[in-house]
């Protein structure tokens, strides 16, 4: 099983920050400023990855969930009831996002009739990965956090317990096997 033991740690992705989580729910934010990251582009890699390092220097030889907020991925869900091939509607979305091609990141599912789709920069996805290998750690997936529902807050312990408990989504919806 790719998945392994489980992670120790969970990394959200925001718009404008990292949060760094313990499964108690206890940890810490860096707050991504726009001279590193602006409208989901990266700005200056050389100083996101050296601040990403810094910042994660905590997590060294763990492992990690990377968990991609709202804010920072696309989605769409689409109904058997529409009748839509599959393949031309994640085409369509794929064309949609706002990235040049080469960094467009998508998966999807099909499960309760529904054909879910995500989409984020796939510059974002390396980045983080290459800054967590940086200090050994292990980025074990990455994936949207819509994909959990609608958990009620990431700042209760329950709720970052489960979503690093849970393996099925870690596998399916896996930005990084994409």
């Known amino acids: 099983m790719m998945f392994g033991s489980k992670p120790s740690y969970l990394l959200l992705v925001q718009r404008n920050a990292v949060v760094l989580q313990n499964r108690q729910a206890k940890g810490s934010k860096l707050t991504l400023e726009v001279q590193l990251v602006r409208n989901l582009e ?94 050994a750690a292990k980025a074990i997936a990455v994936v949207p956090l819509a994909a959990y529902g609608k958990p009620q807050t990431l700042s209760k312990q329950g709720v970052v317990a489960h979503l690093l408990d849970d393996r099925h989504t870690a596998e399916v919806l896996n930005f990084i096997k994409q």
């Not at 109904?79 to 393949?87: F, G, K, S």
């Not at 998508?106 to 009739?113: D, F, G, K, L, Q």
């Open 42 to 135: 990266i700005v200056d890699r050389p100083a996101l990855l050296s601040k990403l390092t810094t910042f994660l220097g905590a997590v060294k030889n763990q492992r990690v969930l990377v968990v991609m907020d709202r804010s920072v991925v696309f989605d769409k869900t689409i109904d058997d009831a529409e009748h839509v091939v599959p393949t031309e509607a994640v085409r369509l979305f794929t064309a949609a996002l706002p990235f040049e091609p080469a960094r467009r990141a998508v998966i999807s599912t099909h499960a309760a009739r529904q054909l879910q789709l995500f989409g984020t920069n796939n510059d974002l996805v390396h980045v983080l990965i290459e800054a967590l290998e940086a200090v």
